[in-house]
């Protein structure tokens, strides 16, 4: 089964995504924080990262360049915001990001950018 960390400040929006992952049939952990989120990934990697950008002490770009550093081997990573110009996308991009998706996402693109992503069998 493929682990998901699920990262964002805001409690409905981590329940929201654990929701549709868990449906999905992927495992779910969470975390409140870009430092919370490094210190699980340095632990026990995970294959995909759901990453919020706005959240203190670490943003999500903070949380991926760390990452990206940090990794032994690439896991992709989905930054999700409310963020919509195309300058935070790139942005996003730059910090490591595979994906980005504007909240609140839309279950079947996001289960589809996460099967694409894992290398998964589109169904």
């Given at each position: 089964?493929?682990?998901?960390?699920?990262?964002d400040?805001a409690a409905?929006?981590r329940?929201?995504?654990?929701?549709i992952?868990?449906?999905?049939?992927?495992?779910?952990?969470?975390?409140?924080?870009?430092?919370?989120?490094?210190e699980?990934?340095?632990?026990?990697?995970?294959d995909l990262?759901?990453?919020?950008?706005?959240?203190?002490p670490w943003?999500?770009?903070?949380?991926?360049?760390?990452?990206?550093l940090?990794?032994?081997?690439?896991?992709?990573?989905?930054?999700?915001?409310t963020?919509?110009?195309?300058?935070?996308?790139?942005?996003?991009?730059?910090?490591?990001?595979?994906?980005?998706?504007v909240k609140p996402v839309?279950?079947?693109?996001?289960?589809?950018k996460?099967?694409?992503?894992?290398?998964?069998?589109?169904?």
């Amino acid at each position: 089964m493929k682990r998901i960390l699920v990262i964002d400040d805001a409690a409905t929006v981590r329940l929201y995504h654990r929701s549709i992952l868990e449906d999905a049939g992927y495992e779910v952990s969470e975390a409140v924080n870009g430092l919370e989120a490094l210190e699980k990934a340095l632990q026990t990697p995970f294959d995909l990262y759901v990453v919020d950008v706005n959240m203190p002490p670490w943003d999500g770009y903070g949380f991926l360049q760390r990452l990206r550093l940090a990794e032994t081997t690439h896991a992709p990573a989905i930054m999700v915001s409310t963020e919509a110009a195309e300058s935070d996308e790139a942005l996003a991009y730059r910090a490591g990001s595979d994906a980005y998706l504007v909240k609140p996402v839309k279950p079947k693109m996001f289960l589809t950018k996460i099967s694409l992503l894992l290398g998964e069998t589109l169904v």
